[in-house]
């Protein structure tokens, strides 16, 4: 059994060689803008999954998935021949869901500041709802007769 950072590292290696043989060798007039996000491999290093990202529509993203699920055997060859494994894994084209929860994320953080904003605006209009000083005060505070503040109560002798 391999171990993760062997795992990882191939995982890395397939991500470099699919997205260079996007953009270079596949000219399948189907693929879109097609972005590979992730590659994670399995332990044992037999499957490969291969998340992407599409830009445009729903037809552009099934138009591409299906330009993928042909090259696929070119795709997993050419992985076989420029890693240099024994056994070359399969691979699996997985549409990526990073752009549609990313949009979900900006709509509730869009709804919260409308919110915030909407009670921020009430609150500056806000009076209250009692006296402005809601705190009591005893009778003689009120009146202000230059007197000062009462003589503190004796707390014991004095010492020298």
């Keep these: ?11 890395e290696r397939i991500q470099q060689i699919v997205a260079r043989m996007l953009d270079t060798r596949i000219k399948d007039p189907r693929l879109g803008f097609v972005t590979v996000t992730d590659v994670r ?3 044992d290093l037999q499957n490969a999954t291969i998340f992407y990202t599409v830009l445009g529509d729903e037809l ?3 138009s591409s998935a299906a330009a993928l699920a042909s090259a696929k055997g070119l ?14 894994p399969t691979i699996e ?12 994320l900006e709509e509730a ?12 605006q009430l609150a500056a209009q806000a009076t209250y709802a009692g006296d402005p000083d809601p705190y ?6 009120d009146e202000d007769d230059g ?9 014991g002798p004095a010492r020298p």
């Design 1 to 11: 059994m391999a171990d993760a950072p062997r795992a990882r590292k191939l995982a």
């Design 41 to 43: 491999v399995t332990g």
């Design 60 to 62: 552009d993203r099934t």
């Design 75 to 88: 795709i997993r060859s050419e992985v076989g021949k420029q890693t240099g494994i024994r056994l070359t």
């Design 93 to 104: 084209f997985v549409l990526d869901a990073v752009p549609e929860t990313a949009a979900s």
């Design 109 to 120: 953080l869009r709804t919260a500041a409308e919110r915030d904003a909407e009670v921020a």
């Design 136 to 141: 009591r005060r005893p009778a003689d505070e």
């Design 147 to 155: 007197a000062g503040p009462a003589p503190a109560e004796d707390a």
